[in-house]
């Protein structure tokens, strides 16, 4: 076992990026993943993940020096790397509650291969004190290892922003908190190297947990802020875009955008975490209650300005939860199609980045920008503001008498130029 081995476990879309970076800065990646289809592209330099700049290139890279290898084996990647790192998911189900499956049986596998002197890092956002009572007693109680001392263990929260990871991997601090102080000087000056990056050390592993929760729950409540700020501004006939702006300019202030909706695997779901684990009748699920609010608040701006939707034709622009990326976990677009559908109205769905048959999955009409049937459309909502979006031409709509910019994002007065009404979030 070199000293310069690295086991990443799970090849998604953060932990692929992750182990192309430590591959072509001096460490052997051993990547585990359960899916065989990454596996097998890792292993010819190729990548899964579309969007990502310069991570096509890092992976052929390191394909060509020999630095990064992948396997289903998670028990045999880890037996070779001196450095376990982890970033397999935490999900919650559809009650809110935890789900653990997948990590689970990732600290199982692990927990069989793991040696002696090794670190192993998890990076996963995760309740606070999971590293501690829920991952590293598994591992002890399977390996018979004790933590601390025959293995080490540390956290380290990944706080980067998909489309940007490479950079955000350079630019953002590392946090990293140790069980011990051997612990975290191993996971620190692991990560100066593979990451050449600057480390927050901070004094324990549930300080680097909660900091991640804490981001992700700033940014949840702060943006619930400026949706009820906007649905008041509404009533009161003001813009919120343009109090942001003003308000804005003196730097105690930072109100956030409003739009109609919060998805996606991380700001939704970490809430959660807190929530669940005794604070559940605070500020923060306040906030996750009015940010799941504002798809109904679109939905009241429609009627508002049209009365009935039934049999009206409804388009929705991006079935993603956020512009260029391809997730639908929490998109708002499926709030949007619940509550649409108990109107009867019909539903399209436009969105570049999936096939007519990932949509139809989801029990709508996909709907393609050059079909004759976009004369039809009565009503356009803007959910995920996609480039291809950026050139959009409106004029092709004909019949559309309302634009809803879920995203505040397109121009007001070119819209309103060719006869259609256009409502923003609080603008
Ligand atoms: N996606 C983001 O924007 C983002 C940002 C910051 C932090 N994170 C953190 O990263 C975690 C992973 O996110 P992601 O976007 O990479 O997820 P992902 O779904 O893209 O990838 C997860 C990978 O883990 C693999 N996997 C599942 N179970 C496994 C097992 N038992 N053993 C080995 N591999 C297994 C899956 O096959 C998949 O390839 C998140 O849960 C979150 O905590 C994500």
């Given at each position: 076992?070199?000293?310069?081995?690295?086991a990443?476990?799970?090849?998604?879309?953060?932990?692929?990026p992750?182990?192309?970076?430590?591959s072509?800065?001096g460490?052997?990646?051993?990547?585990?993943?359960?899916?065989?289809?990454?596996?097998?592209?890792?292993?010819m330099?190729?990548?899964?993940?579309t969007?990502?700049?310069?991570?096509?290139?890092?992976?052929?890279?390191?394909?060509?020096a020999?630095t990064?290898?992948?396997?289903?084996?998670?028990?045999?990647?880890?037996?070779k790397?001196?450095?376990?790192?982890?970033?397999?998911?935490?999900?919650?189900?559809?009650?809110?509650?935890?789900?653990?499956q997948?990590?689970?049986?990732?600290?199982y596998?692990?927990?069989?291969?793991?040696?002696?002197?090794?670190?192993?890092?998890?990076?996963?956002?995760?309740?606070?004190?999971?590293t501690?009572?829920?991952?590293?007693?598994?591992?002890?109680?399977?390996?018979?290892?004790k933590?601390?001392?025959?293995?080490y263990?540390?956290?380290?929260p990944?706080?980067?922003?998909?489309?940007?990871?490479?950079?955000?991997?350079?630019?953002?601090p590392?946090?990293v908190?140790?069980?011990?102080?051997?612990?975290?000087?191993?996971?620190?000056?692991?990560?100066?190297?593979?990451l050449?990056?600057?480390v927050?050390?901070?004094?324990?592993?549930e300080?680097?947990?909660?900091?991640?929760?804490a981001?992700?729950?700033?940014r949840d409540v702060?943006?619930?802020?400026?949706?009820?700020?906007?649905?008041?501004a509404d009533?009161k006939?003001?813009?919120?875009?343009?109090v942001?702006?003003?308000?804005?300019?003196?730097?105690f202030s930072?109100?956030h955008?409003?739009g109609?909706?919060?998805?996606?695997?991380?700001?939704?779901?970490?809430?959660?975490?807190?929530i669940?684990?005794?604070?559940?009748?605070?500020l923060i699920?306040?906030?996750?209650?009015?940010?799941?609010?504002?798809?109904?608040y679109a939905?009241?701006?429609?009627e508002?300005?049209?009365?009935?939707?039934?049999?009206?034709n409804?388009?929705i622009l991006g079935?993603?939860?956020?512009?260029?990326?391809?997730?639908?976990?929490?998109?708002?677009t499926?709030l949007?199609?619940?509550?649409?559908?108990?109107?009867?109205?019909?539903?399209?769905?436009?969105?570049?980045?999936?096939?007519?048959?990932?949509i139809?999955?989801?029990?709508?009409?996909?709907l393609?920008?050059?079909?004759?049937?976009?004369?039809?459309?009565?009503?356009?909502?803007?959910?995920?503001f996609?480039?291809?979006?950026?050139?959009?031409k409106?004029?092709?709509f004909?019949n559309?008498?309302?634009?809803?910019?879920g995203?505040?994002?397109?121009?007001?007065n070119?819209?309103?130029?060719?006869?259609i009404e256009?409502?923003?979030?609080?603008?």
């Amino acid at each position: 076992m070199e000293h310069n081995t690295v086991a990443v476990v799970g090849l998604g879309k953060i932990g692929l990026p992750l182990a192309a970076v430590f591959s072509n800065n001096g460490f052997y990646v051993n990547g585990a993943d359960i899916n065989k289809k990454i596996v097998s592209l890792v292993n010819m330099g190729k990548s899964h993940i579309t969007n990502e700049p310069g991570l096509n290139t890092l992976l052929e890279k390191a394909h060509q020096a020999k630095t990064l290898t992948a396997t289903i084996n998670t028990v045999d990647a880890v037996s070779k790397s001196k450095v376990v790192v982890v970033i397999v998911p935490v999900l919650i189900d559809d009650n809110n509650n935890v789900n653990y499956q997948f990590i689970d049986s990732a600290v199982y596998e692990i927990a069989k291969g793991i040696r002696k002197g090794t670190l192993v890092i998890f990076e996963t956002t995760i309740p606070t004190g999971d590293t501690r009572n829920r991952f590293g007693k598994k591992i002890e109680e399977i390996s018979g290892l004790k933590m601390g001392n025959d293995f080490y263990l540390a956290y380290s929260p990944e706080r980067v922003y998909s489309n940007h990871i490479l950079n955000n991997l350079k630019e953002y601090p590392k946090i990293v908190g140790g069980i011990n102080e051997r612990s975290l000087e191993l996971a620190s000056n692991f990560y100066a190297k593979a990451l050449n990056c600057k480390v927050i050390k901070v004094s324990n592993l549930e300080t680097a947990e909660f900091t991640k929760v804490a981001e992700s729950v700033y940014r949840d409540v702060n943006i619930a802020l400026a949706n009820e700020l906007a649905v008041y501004a509404d009533q009161k006939g003001v813009s919120m875009l343009e109090v942001i702006k003003a308000g804005n300019s003196q730097p105690f202030s930072n109100l956030h955008y409003p739009g109609v909706g919060v998805g996606g695997h991380c700001i939704p779901v970490y809430p959660y975490f807190f929530i669940n684990r005794g604070l559940a009748n605070g500020l923060i699920f306040t906030a996750r209650k009015i940010n799941d609010s504002m798809s109904k608040y679109a939905v009241k701006l429609i009627e508002k300005e049209i009365g009935d939707i039934k049999k009206q034709n409804i388009l929705i622009l991006g079935l993603s939860f956020r512009e260029n990326v391809k997730e639908v976990f929490k998109s708002s677009t499926l709030l949007l199609v619940d509550l649409i559908k108990q109107k009867e109205a019909n539903i399209f769905i436009n969105d570049p980045l999936y096939t007519n048959l990932e949509i139809s999955s989801y029990g709508v009409t996909p709907l393609s920008l050059e079909d004759e049937m976009v004369k039809n459309i009565d009503i356009i909502i803007l959910q995920a503001f996609h480039d291809e979006y950026r050139e959009l031409k409106f004029e092709n709509f004909s019949n559309c008498k309302l634009i809803i910019d879920g995203r505040n994002v397109l121009n007001k007065n070119e819209i309103e130029k060719l006869g259609i009404e256009y409502k923003g979030i609080g603008n």
